[in-house]
């Protein structure tokens, strides 16, 4: 029950676009499209963006998209906002009912 | 509006035990799996244990496995995790989240456990 891995920072100017990777492996990521993403604000409980790699939960902007290659995922946020500012995790099904988080990624908003 | 509150953390001792709930409202609770997940301080979160809707299906993180029990009351609408054998490394928020579609699409917000000496 590795932790997938995800970069510890990522960063991104006002308008732009940020992709956030997470990779697992053929036993995660790679095997099944049951991996979701979740933003954190500081002192908050995570809030669902994205499931099964690529649908939004209603409500959610659609300048949240995420997509897989292989044993690796990504979330993509275009249009850049100061509000996005927050701790991004991915999070997959691992086999044997149990599941895995990625380490989570801070994103700073310049 | 679906609704989770955790309730039960607290202080305890290393080698101690304590039982968290989690009070589910605004929602049909028998259908769904439910998860807990945990955060200890400053770091990221962690995938803690997991029940289908009867409790028939189990499964738990392997730093838990034998020390914590995930169990619900379909009648109460509440979800619980009894720990024992606490540890210092168990000190964390604990969340306990609905799941759907392999999704964690509802969450409480958190109760604290904080295990020392």
């Known amino acids: 029950q590795s932790a997938l891995t995800q970069p510890p920072s990522v960063s991104g100017s006002l308008g732009q676009s940020v992709t956030i990777s997470c990779t697992g492996s053929?036993?995660?990521?790679?095997?099944?499209?049951?991996v979701s993403w979740y933003q954190q604000p500081p002192g908050a409980a995570p809030k669902l963006l994205i499931y099964?790699?690529?649908n939004r939960p209603s409500g959610v902007p659609d300048r949240f998209s995420g997509s897989k290659s292989g044993n690796t995922a990504s979330l993509t946020i275009s249009g850049l906002q100061a509000e996005d500012e927050a701790d991004y995790y991915c999070f997959s099904y691992a086999g044997s009912y149990t599941m895995v988080f990625g380490g989570g990624t801070k994103l700073t908003v310049l | 509006e679906a609704q989770l509150v955790e309730s039960g953390g607290g202080f305890v001792q290393p080698g101690g035990s304590l039982r968290l709930s989690c009070a589910a409202s605004g929602f049909t609770f028998s259908p769904y799996w439910m998860l807990w997940v945990r955060q200890a301080p400053g770091k990221g979160l962690v995938w803690v244990s997991r029940m289908n809707s009867d409790g028939s299906t189990i499964s738990y993180a392997d730093s838990v496995k034998g020390r914590f029990t995930i169990s619900r009351d379909n009648a109460k609408s509440t979800l619980y995790l009894q720990m024992s054998s606490l540890r210092v490394d168990d000190t964390a928020a604990y969340y306990c989240?609905?799941?759907?579609?392999?999704?964690?699409?509802?969450w409480g917000q958190g109760t604290t456990v904080i295990v020392s000496s």
């Open positions: 099964e790699v690529t």
């Open positions: 053929s036993g995660d990521v790679g095997s099944y499209n049951r």
């Open positions: 989240a609905r799941e759907s579609y392999y999704a964690l699409e509802v």
